[in-house]
């Protein structure tokens, strides 16, 4: 029983020391990326419209009430 604990625990570790070293891995791709074309996304009720690159999936900006007309309509 104890063990089994242990290996959970463990996994647990692996797993959030695996998302660290992706996010690590996408902050450096998102940081090096041009940002050539954006489009405008829907991030959720609490970021709402955000400018997206489409190469990296980095959120660049909020749009203002112009674009959202201009891009969406």
Same mark, same amino acid.
């Given at each position: &029983?104890?063990?089994? $604990?242990?290996?959970? &625990? /463990? $996994?647990?570790?692996?797993?959030?020391?695996? @998302?660290? $070293?992706?996010?690590? %891995?996408?902050? %450096?791709?998102?940081?090096?990326?041009? *940002?050539? %074309? @954006?489009?405008?996304? #829907? *991030?959720?009720? !609490? %970021?709402?419209?955000? #400018? /997206?690159? /489409? !190469?990296? $999936?980095?959120?660049?900006?909020?749009?203002?009430?112009?674009?959202?007309?201009?891009?969406?309509?």
């Amino acid at each position: &029983m104890l063990n089994d $604990r242990y290996n959970d &625990m /463990t $996994r647990a570790d692996d797993i959030n020391d695996e @998302q660290k $070293r992706l996010q690590t %891995e996408l902050d %450096e791709i998102q940081s090096n990326c041009k *940002h050539k %074309e @954006q489009r405008i996304q #829907w *991030h959720g009720t !609490e %970021e709402g419209f955000r #400018w /997206t690159c /489409t !190469e990296c $999936r980095a959120r660049l900006g909020y749009p203002s009430s112009t674009d959202m007309i201009q891009h969406l309509a």
